[in-house]
């Protein structure tokens, strides 16, 4: 059964003209939903028996429930959802340091199938592509919260569970559907769809006009190095992703981000920044570094561990001196698993508490 979040104002003109209803009250409907962020109260909408009959099943349907929420001291809101067709997966709502704003943190599959050996999400391989009603279901539920705390979400990144290049046709139509107008829910400017490097993949969502900016985690400089976290490496070696990125950057004016998770004794050395430097010269590109949020041990079997305060300082200053724009991405809601597919992998090992 389909839910709100699965349908276009078109579709649902469509329905209304066909059965001879107002197509006045799809738009009403849409607005109200999204207003509401997926919680409607029909009786108030007034509808009509006619109407409200003929959107029953969407009316009644949700894909997702919150089967566990954890706050987070820093105030980052963790969500693992529950979905009706099957599986859980995370969202995470970041309160920005301005005091109205949030950003949030998408899944586009269940699980994961690339096997990046630092992250949890990948642990029991990939389920299933998530539908773009549930990507928008899990949308709806991070900008209820950010509304809960006064905020609004105007950032969202795909790069909670999932590659989204490999679920790119859901992701691209649930990012149109709360872009467009007159819903206009978040700027297509505030949309960043993250890989691990699926070159067609980038070339396809460059082709796409969806104007939404790029993120490449590309976690380190060197083949060698980069093979052993990132098996698709393999395939499209450091040189084959950065080509690809520099070319998404020319054709759609987009800065891109460079995602690096910096893994101590493994990929922060200062040979790794310098080589990380020389990659990025020329490239309309800023560096985002992420002090590792430790999981245990991964596929390896290897036990990452986060980089010491100075030594993450020594590697963005090597980044800076080479005049590359660099980021130290604050970590955010370590008390509650926010690192990808940590609370998913922890409900899955142990009990955690329900909301
Ligand atoms: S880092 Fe991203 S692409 Fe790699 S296994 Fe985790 S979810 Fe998948």
């Known amino acids: 059964m389909k839910s709100l979040a699965d349908v276009d104002l078109h579709e649902l003109q469509s329905a209304l003209h066909d059965a001879a209803l107002p197509e006045s009250h799809a738009l009403r409907l849409l607005l ?10 029909t ?33 980052t809101v963790k969500l693992l959802l529950s979905l009706r067709a ?15 704003r949030a950003a949030g943190c998408l899944s586009s599959q269940v699980g994961c199938a690339m096997g990046c050996d630092f992250c949890a ?32 979400l105007n950032t ?12 790119l046709d859901a992701v691209a139509t649930a990012i149109r559907r709360v872009t467009v107008p007159p819903f206009n829910l978040i ?37 060698e190095t980069r093979s052993k976290l990132i098996p698709s490496n393999k395939r499209w070696k450091v040189a084959d992703v950065m080509d690809a990125a520099k070319r998404f950057s020319e054709s759609t004016g987009r800065v891109v ?11 922060d050395s200062d040979a790794q920044a310098r080589e990380l ?57 370590d008390d509650v698993n926010a690192a990808c597919g940590q609370l998913r992998h922890r409900a899955t090992t142990l009990p955690i508490a329900s909301v």
Request: net charge neutral.
């Open 32 to 41: 109200a939903y999204y207003k509401q962020n997926g919680v409607i109260n």
């Open 43 to 75: 009786d108030a909408l007034q509808l009509g028996a006619p109407a409200t009959a003929l959107f029953n099943d969407l009316l009644s349907t949700t894909h997702t429930t919150v089967a566990a929420r954890h706050v987070s001291s820093d105030g």
């Open 86 to 100: 099957g599986g859980t997966v995370e969202a995470v709502l970041m309160p920005s340091y301005h005091d109205t």
């Open 121 to 152: 999400s990948t642990r029991g391989g990939l389920e299933r592509n998530l539908t773009a009603g549930e990507i928008v279901e899990q949308f709806l539920h991070l900008r209820r919260e950010a509304a809960t705390q006064g905020r609004r």
């Open 156 to 167: 969202v990144v795909f790069m909670g569970m999932g590659e989204p290049m490999h679920n």
């Open 187 to 223: 700027a297509k400017r505030g949309v960043t769809v993250s890989t691990v490097g699926i070159v067609p993949g980038i070339e396809r969502l460059a082709s796409m006009d969806l104007n939404v900016h790029l993120a490449l985690s590309l976690h380190a400089p060197d083949d």
């Open 257 to 267: 981000t460079i995602e690096y998770t910096l893994l101590a004794g493994v990929n």
């Open 277 to 333: 430097s020389r990659v990025m010269h020329g490239f309309r590109a800023h560096v985002n570094l992420i002090p590792y949020n430790p999981i245990g041990p991964g596929l390896s079997g290897v036990t990452y561990e986060k980089p010491s305060v100075d030594r993450i300082e020594r590697f963005r200053t090597i980044l800076t001196d080479a005049n590359v724009v660099t980021h130290v991405r604050q970590t955010r809601g």
